[in-house]
């Protein structure tokens, strides 16, 4: 048990969220998800910071620094889930455990987004269940982190 924060880390394109493709990623828009996660961590006790970044190199950036720094890692890496070696192997770094949300169900949509290239290196994954997911992220996450 520490106080160090969980990371909560949003890939390209979820600073939209709310008004991109509400049909498929819903409703809620991302500061909203950052409020119930912030929200839910305090009656928990624990602290959570949140990133935002539509750029790979930022996003290894903040993973490296979530080493030695954060008790969790919870990453949505959006489009980069399918694509970014880069940010598989800077997840390879953590010690921590890794969470992976995805607001939609990867696997039920194109061929392309099945696979994940972070999932194997990722400690679990939430596929499915839209902004919901993020809080189950996080209660796995300070049960894994042993909060
Ligand atoms: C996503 C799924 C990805 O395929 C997509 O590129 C996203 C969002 C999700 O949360 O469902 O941007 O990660």
């Not at 997840?91 to 194997?120: G, T, W």
């Not at 189950?136 to 300070?142: C, F, G, R, T, V």
Request: charged share 20%; aromatic share 4%; with cysteine.
């Amino acid at each position: 048990m520490d106080n160090k924060p969980i990371l909560v880390i949003h890939g390209p394109n979820l600073n939209m969220l709310g008004n991109r493709e509400p049909e498929t990623y819903g409703s809620t828009s991302l500061s909203e998800i950052n409020e119930a996660l912030r929200a839910r961590a305090e009656k928990q006790g624990a602290a959570i910071n949140t990133f935002q970044s539509n750029h790979e190199g930022e996003i290894v950036e903040a993973i490296q620094q979530a080493a030695g720094n954060c008790s969790a890692l919870i990453i949505n890496p959006a489009a980069y889930t399918h694509t970014s070696v880069a940010i598989r192997d800077a997840v390879l770094l953590l010690e921590i455990p890794v969470i992976e949300v995805h607001l939609s169900n990867i696997c039920k949509r194109e061929e392309f987004r099945h696979k994940s290239i972070i999932a194997d290196a990722a400690t679990g994954q939430i596929s499915g269940l839209g902004a919901y997911g993020y809080l189950l992220a996080l209660d796995a996450a300070l049960n894994l982190a042993g909060k």
